[in-house]
């Protein structure tokens, strides 16, 4: 296969791509063995595509593909489209190309934008760092509201085998006290708990030891490890 230098980048894209025929791209896992600079190119286009590569599935190309994209296009006019004739799928031509990588390219951005807005973190409303009787920070909880909310465990805690540790909240003093939920051993764990107004600044939060199940009151009853009062970040 003979081609021109300028045309290397071009080429490697297609390659990478897939957009290129058999026969094609067997010629040009040929030259890659000799040559530096469409090495070099293959690289570049492999390394700029490798987010297709790891976030699209493949999938199966009709072989139809090209004449309906060539349907809807407006008809092409000019001397110089004229007396080139084409194949509707000939997928080496420029104008093809390039619309098969803005394809791609949107695509690529769209599923990038959608990935990020469903799988950013979503910031806390209130961050309480809960100490114990001597003033020692044991856990912090994050209240991100709609019934979710994290404690990240600081410290040890001594549980015994009939106890477990509950976590507790105090949205008002008419509402009293509700458990956000039971943290199994003494590490940092994700809380559903049930739906309760929007956390506030200086909202209590507290740790307490209770029997095996969590209380049976629905109340704290066991003593208290740690406590603190909530802050909204800034």
């Not at 490798?50 to 004449?67: H, S």
């Not at 080496?92 to 695509?107: D, E, K, V």
């Not at 990935?115 to 912090?140: H, M, W, Y």
């Not at 509402?175 to 107004?197: H, T």
């Amino acid at each position: 296969m003979k081609f021109d230098r300028k045309d290397i980048p071009d080429l490697a894209d297609d390659y990478v791509l897939g957009l290129l025929d058999a026969l094609e791209a067997e010629a040009i896992e040929a030259a890659l063995v000799h040559d530096d600079a469409l090495r070099a190119a293959v690289s570049r286009s492999r390394e700029r595509f490798l987010p297709l590569d790891t976030t699209v599935e493949p999938a199966a190309i009709k072989d139809d593909l090209w004449e309906k994209i060539e349907t809807r296009l407006l008809p092409q006019t000019g001397a110089a489209y004229a007396t080139s004739p084409k194949t509707a799928n000939d997928n080496r031509f420029n104008s093809w190309r390039g619309i098969a990588l803005s394809a791609i390219a949107a695509s690529f951005l769209l599923a990038a934008g959608l990935a990020f807005s469903l799988t950013r973190p979503i910031d806390p409303l209130v961050i309480a760092v809960l100490l114990d009787e001597n003033g020692q920070v044991k856990a912090v909880v994050e209240d991100f509201g709609n019934e979710k909310a994290t404690v990240r465990m600081l410290a040890d805690f001594a549980v015994p085998r009939d106890k477990t540790i509950q976590l507790w909240t105090l949205p008002s003093k008419e509402v009293g006290p509700v458990s956000l939920g039971l943290i199994e051993g003494v590490r940092s764990a994700k809380l559903e708990g049930p739906a309760l107004p929007a956390p506030r600044s200086d909202q209590l939060y507290e740790i307490t030891l209770e029997q095996a199940g969590g209380s049976p009151t629905g109340r704290p009853t066991g003593p208290i490890l740690a406590k603190g009062f909530a802050r909204m970040p800034r």
